[in-house]
């Protein structure tokens, strides 16, 4: 504790000490009742002031990590996505995640102040490390985050994650725990929210330090929003790599291209089709984040279809992840088939080819399994048109609408009512402004966000099964600052 705070503690519990003692001199020969509702009072004074004084340690701790490491936090920006990461050197190195940089050789850095600069990717992790630096053109004398003492991390300590979620919100600062250590996978658990676009950026200890590069978040649904399990890559892992990229013999290209799908081809197969046998090897991918095996299959499928698919297996905890067209998440799933089989029930979004990741819960298992896959015949009416509307609103963004302070973006929200189970398409369309649509569920947690229904249309759309029984909030929102102009927006 500061020495100051202490005097200032000391001082006011003797002061509260003094005063309640002056009360009791006055009061001749009080009652044993009079003596007990004294200490309580004076107890319960001392309780008091201690919680407001640990409040406020607490609060000045936040405010300094987040002053002394957020001007180290940048956003990197590719042509794929982008993520976050952190200035480690003077001249202008920032250290990320492979996936966040996938192939690209060149990314753009956006600053703390918001100012762009190029940058050039210098090295990639090897074995699954899903590490990289990138080292800005031209500067000097940037702001940096020290590294945290390898083997220094304990569960318990407070943790802090800065970084830019959703690409939308540059800066945000999060607080959380260390809730546990994964020393075989080197990874650190917390549960500070973490969400897409938080990738490759700092976890923090009390002292500002980087303890972590935050990396993946365990997920349930569609909706790959936070639930309060969150990896990061420790620094244990960091310092060699680092040593590796300084003398130049970190390879320069990534050992993941294609991003999560690692290059390879994936099997073709169909909806209805005979059941798969497959077996997990050394000879499979590798999923970075945490050295899982993985297969790959995909499949043809429509918009409105429901499709479930089934991963069975004696020898492993099976573990399924679903991408729609362009790589999106649309779901993942590890116990829901029973046992340790793993089952997705999902209504697809779009036409297009699905991907399937036959995957283990653990890293390194290996073992043989079995997948089934079963599709719905195509709807010939689009799913918005074939279920019943909950709710529709037609609504204009302008100078009434509220403002997100992150990136002054205008939008408007909506509630309806929603149940377990229950399976939901939102659409947000407008020929005014490139729409942005987010769902968020009781306890104002993220179930699903979307920007583009696809690479040829602007417009946002969701469809999501409802994780929980409650009250439900859509985000109407503009894409930029400079979204203006009339939606419609409709929750069937």
């Not at 920032?94 to 600069?117: E, F, P, W």
């Given at each position: 504790?500061?020495?100051?705070?202490?005097?200032?503690?000391?001082?006011?519990?003797?002061?509260?000490?003094?005063?309640?003692?002056?009360?009791?001199?006055?009061?001749?020969?009080?009652?044993?009742?009079?003596?007990?509702?004294t200490?309580?009072?004076?107890?319960?004074?001392?309780?008091?002031?201690n919680?407001a004084?640990?409040?406020?340690?607490?609060?000045?701790?936040?405010?300094?990590?987040?002053?002394?490491?957020?001007?180290?936090?940048v956003?990197?920006?590719?042509?794929?996505?982008?993520?976050?990461?952190?200035?480690?050197?003077?001249?202008?190195?920032?250290l990320?995640?492979?996936?966040?940089?996938?192939?690209?050789?060149?990314v753009?850095?956006?600053?703390?102040?918001?100012?762009k600069?190029?940058?050039?990717v210098?090295?990639?992790?090897?074995?699954?490390?899903?590490?990289?630096?990138?080292?800005?053109?031209?500067?000097?004398?940037?702001?940096?985050?020290?590294?945290?003492?390898?083997?220094?991390?304990?569960?318990?300590?407070?943790?802090?994650?800065?970084?830019?979620?959703?690409?939308?919100?540059?800066?945000?600062?999060?607080?959380?725990?260390?809730?546990?250590?994964?020393?075989?996978?080197?990874?650190?658990?917390?549960?500070?929210?973490?969400?897409?676009?938080?990738?490759?950026?700092?976890?923090?200890?009390?002292?500002?330090?980087?303890?972590?590069?935050?990396?993946?978040?365990?997920?349930?649904?569609?909706?790959?929003?936070?639930?309060g399990?969150?990896?990061?890559?420790?620094?244990?892992?960091?310092?060699?790599?680092?040593?590796?990229?300084?003398?130049?013999?970190?390879?320069?290209?990534?050992?993941?291209?294609?991003?999560?799908l690692?290059?390879?081809?994936?099997?073709?197969?169909?909806?209805?089709?005979?059941?798969?046998?497959?077996?997990?090897?050394?000879?499979?991918?590798?999923?970075?984040?945490?050295?899982?095996?993985?297969?790959?299959?995909?499949?043809?499928?429509?918009?409105?279809?429901?499709?479930?698919?089934?991963?069975?297996?004696?020898?492993?905890?099976?573990?399924?992840?679903?991408?729609?067209?362009?790589?999106?998440?649309?779901?993942?799933?590890?116990?829901?088939?029973?046992?340790?089989?793993a089952?997705?029930?999902?209504?697809?979004?779009?036409?297009?080819?699905?991907?399937?990741?036959?995957?283990?819960?653990?890293?390194?298992?290996?073992?043989?399994?079995?997948?089934?896959?079963?599709?719905?015949?195509?709807?010939?009416?689009?799913?918005?048109?074939?279920?019943?509307?909950?709710?529709?609103?037609?609504?204009?963004?302008?100078?009434?609408?509220?403002?997100?302070?992150?990136?002054?973006?205008?939008?408007?929200?909506?509630?309806?009512?929603?149940?377990a189970?229950?399976?939901v398409?939102?659409?947000?369309?407008?020929?005014?402004?490139d729409?942005?649509?987010?769902?968020?569920?009781?306890?104002?947690?993220?179930?699903?966000?979307?920007?583009?229904?696809?690479?040829?249309?602007?417009?946002?759309?969701?469809?999501?099964?409802?994780?929980?029984?409650?009250?439900?909030?859509?985000?109407?929102?503009?894409?930029?600052?400079?979204?203006?102009?009339?939606?419609?927006?409709?929750?069937?």
């Amino acid at each position: 504790m500061n020495f100051k705070l202490l005097g200032l503690a000391v001082s006011a519990i003797l002061t509260v000490a003094a005063t309640l003692g002056a009360v009791s001199v006055k009061a001749a020969l009080p009652e044993p009742r009079s003596q007990e509702i004294t200490q309580v009072k004076l107890t319960h004074k001392l309780t008091q002031l201690n919680e407001a004084i640990t409040q406020n340690i607490d609060e000045q701790t936040n405010i300094r990590v987040y002053e002394q490491a957020s001007p180290a936090v940048v956003t990197v920006d590719t042509d794929k996505a982008n993520g976050s990461g952190t200035i480690i050197s003077p001249d202008g190195m920032v250290l990320t995640n492979a996936h966040v940089v996938s192939d690209d050789k060149t990314v753009t850095i956006i600053m703390a102040d918001g100012k762009k600069v190029p940058a050039d990717v210098i090295g990639f992790g090897e074995n699954g490390l899903d590490l990289a630096v990138v080292k800005m053109r031209g500067q000097s004398n940037l702001p940096t985050i020290p590294l945290a003492t390898p083997g220094s991390v304990k569960v318990g300590q407070r943790a802090y994650a800065i970084g830019n979620p959703f690409g939308q919100f540059q800066g945000t600062f999060t607080v959380g725990i260390v809730s546990r250590i994964d020393k075989n996978r080197g990874l650190i658990q917390t549960d500070a929210a973490i969400n897409p676009g938080n990738s490759g950026g700092p976890l923090l200890n009390s002292a500002g330090e980087l303890i972590g590069v935050n990396t993946s978040i365990f997920t349930r649904g569609q909706g790959g929003g936070n639930i309060g399990i969150g990896f990061a890559i420790s620094v244990d892992k960091v310092p060699a790599f680092l040593a590796e990229v300084r003398s130049g013999r970190a390879p320069r290209v990534s050992q993941r291209r294609g991003g999560i799908l690692g290059g390879k081809e994936p099997q073709k197969v169909t909806l209805n089709g005979p059941t798969i046998n497959g077996k997990l090897t050394e000879q499979s991918s590798v999923l970075p984040v945490d050295n899982s095996f993985f297969d790959l299959y995909a499949f043809e499928g429509k918009a409105g279809q429901q499709v479930t698919i089934n991963m069975k297996s004696q020898d492993i905890d099976s573990y399924l992840i679903l991408l729609g067209p362009g790589q999106r998440e649309i779901a993942q799933d590890d116990d829901s088939g029973g046992n340790k089989d793993a089952q997705i029930i999902a209504t697809l979004p779009a036409d297009g080819t699905y991907t399937l990741l036959a995957n283990s819960y653990e890293a390194q298992e290996s073992g043989s399994y079995t997948l089934e896959l079963k599709g719905s015949a195509p709807s010939r009416n689009p799913p918005s048109e074939s279920r019943s509307v909950i709710l529709r609103e037609e609504g204009v963004l302008d100078r009434s609408a509220s403002v997100l302070e992150s990136d002054g973006s205008l939008y408007r929200e909506y509630n309806f009512e929603g149940r377990a189970g229950q399976s939901v398409t939102i659409t947000l369309e407008s020929s005014e402004f490139d729409p942005y649509l987010a769902l968020f569920g009781p306890n104002n947690r993220l179930v699903a966000e979307n920007d583009d229904i696809d690479e040829q249309t602007e417009n946002a759309s969701i469809t999501v099964t409802l994780p929980v029984t409650g009250s439900y909030r859509v985000i109407v929102n503009a894409y930029d600052a400079k979204g203006r102009g009339r939606y419609t927006v409709i929750v069937r």
